[in-house]
C-alpha cells in the first residue's frame, strides 16, 4: 500500500523539445513511412542531421526500436519530454495499423498547438506589460508614500474611504509579517511543483480545469476530438467496439475522462450501447448523442465516429476563438481595478490634504 502511494506522488521532470523540433522528428518518420519504409530508416537518417537535443532523443529512440520496442514507447521514455497528444496518436497509429496517416494527424496537431501557442502569448502580453509596469509602481509608492499617508491617516483613520484602509492593511501585513509572508510563497511554490511534477497533482489539476467553465469545455473538446477520431480509426480496422475503445482511450491526457472511458469499455463488454454508456459523460452534448445513436443503427459507425471527431474540432477552434477572445479584456479589467485602487486609496487623500492646507493659508 505505502509503495503505491509514493509511487502515486512521484516527481517526474524532464525537459522539453521545442515544437520545432516536434515536428522535425515526425516530419521526417511521416515522409520515410510514406515511401514504404521504417520509421528506424528515418531515425538512422535523422540522427545525422539534427540539434543536440532532437539527437539525444533520436539516438535514444534508435536504441529502444532495436531492442524491439516501438517508437512512441521509446519516445516516452527519452531524456526530453514531446508532447502529450502527439505521442498518444502515435500509439495509436501503431496500434491500428495506420501509421501513415496518424503521422499525418500528428503534424497538423503540432502546427495548431504552435498557432495557439503564440495567440496566446500576443493576446497577454500587453495587459502582462501593463500589470507588471503597475506592479512596480505600486511597490516604488508603497515604500515613499505610504508612511506620509500612514501619518496622514492616523488620526483619522475611521473617516478614511475603503481603498485608503484596504491598501495600509495590505502594505502593513506585508511590512509586518516578513515570516507569514515567506511561508506563504514557500507554500505557494511548494503546491505548484506538486501540481506539476506529481501524478496526484496533476490528476486534481485535470479536475479542476475539466470544471472551469471556459477552460474545460475547451479541454473536453480538444479530447473528445482525438478520441472519436481514433475509435474511427479503430473500428474501420475491424477492431470490436471494446477494444476500439481501449485503444481510443489512450489518447486522453485527462485522467477523469480516461475513467469515464474504462467505464464504458466495461459496459459495452456487457452489450450495453455506447450512446446509453456515453450519456452524461462530462463534454458529450446532445449533438453527440444523436450521432452516437445514429453510429449504433448504421453500417458505418466509422463514419459516424468520424463526424463526431471533426464536430468537436470544429467546437474546439470556436471555443479558442472565445478564450483568446476574452484573455486582453480580462487582464485590462483587472489591472484597471487596481489602479483606481491606488489612486483612490493613494493619491486622493494627499490631493485632498493639499486642498485642506490651501484653504487653511
Request: with cysteine; net charge positive.
Amino acid at each position: 500500500m505505502v509503495s503505491r502511494w509514493l509511487l502515486f506522488f512521484q516527481i517526474q521532470w524532464r525537459p522539453k523539445l521545442s515544437y520545432t523540433q516536434q515536428r522535425v522528428f515526425f516530419l521526417s518518420i511521416q515522409q520515410f513511412v510514406s515511401l514504404g519504409l521504417t520509421p528506424l530508416a528515418a531515425l538512422k537518417c535523422l540522427v545525422r542531421t539534427t540539434s543536440s537535443g532532437l539527437k539525444e532523443v533520436t539516438c535514444f529512440c534508435i536504441a529502444k526500436v532495436k531492442m524491439g520496442q516501438t517508437l512512441s514507447v521509446a519516445l516516452s521514455e527519452a531524456p526530453y519530454e514531446s508532447n502529450a497528444i502527439a505521442l498518444l496518436l502515435l500509439k495509436a497509429g501503431e496500434q491500428s495499423g495506420q501509421l501513415e496517416k496518424t503521422l499525418s494527424d500528428v503534424l497538423v496537431h503540432l502546427e495548431k498547438a504552435v498557432s495557439f501557442q503564440k495567440d496566446v502569448k500576443a493576446a497577454v502580453r500587453y495587459p502582462l506589460f501593463l500589470g507588471g509596469v503597475l506592479s512596480v509602481t505600486f511597490v516604488i509608492l508603497c515604500h515613499l508614500l505610504v508612511p506620509q499617508l500612514i501619518q496622514l491617516t492616523s488620526e483619522e483613520i475611521d473617516q478614511a474611504s475603503f481603498a485608503t484602509r484596504s491598501l495600509l492593511c495590505v502594505v502593513s501585513f506585508f511590512q509586518g509579517q516578513d515570516g507569514a509572508l515567506l511561508w506563504v510563497l514557500l507554500s505557494a511554490v511548494g503546491l505548484l511543483a506538486l501540481a506539476r511534477l506529481t501524478k496526484a497533482g496533476r490528476f486534481f489539476c485535470q479536475y479542476l480545469f475539466l470544471k472551469m467553465p471556459l477552460w474545460g469545455a475547451l479541454t473536453m473538446a480538444s479530447q473528445w476530438s482525438y478520441f472519436f477520431y481514433l475509435l474511427s480509426l479503430g473500428v474501420n480496422k475491424g477492431f470490436p467496439l471494446h477494444k476500439a475503445l481501449c485503444m481510443a482511450q489512450t489518447v486522453l491526457s485527462s485522467a477523469p475522462l480516461q475513467n469515464v472511458i474504462r467505464a464504458a469499455g466495461k459496459e459495452v463488454v456487457k452489450g450495453r450501447s455506447l450512446a446509453a454508456v456515453l450519456k452524461g459523460a462530462p463534454g458529450i452534448l446532445e449533438e453527440t448523442k444523436i450521432l452516437l445513436d445514429l453510429a449504433q443503427q448504421t453500417k458505418d459507425a466509422s463514419c459516424v465516429y468520424t463526424k463526431i471527431s471533426l464536430f468537436y474540432a470544429e467546437r474546439r477552434a470556436l471555443l479558442a476563438g472565445y478564450l483568446l477572445s476574452y484573455l486582453g479584456p480580462c487582464f485590462l479589467i483587472v489591472i484597471g481595478v487596481l489602479f483606481l485602487w491606488l489612486v483612490q486609496g493613494l493619491f486622493l487623500p494627499f490631493y485632498e490634504h493639499v486642498l485642506s492646507l490651501d484653504g487653511v493659508m
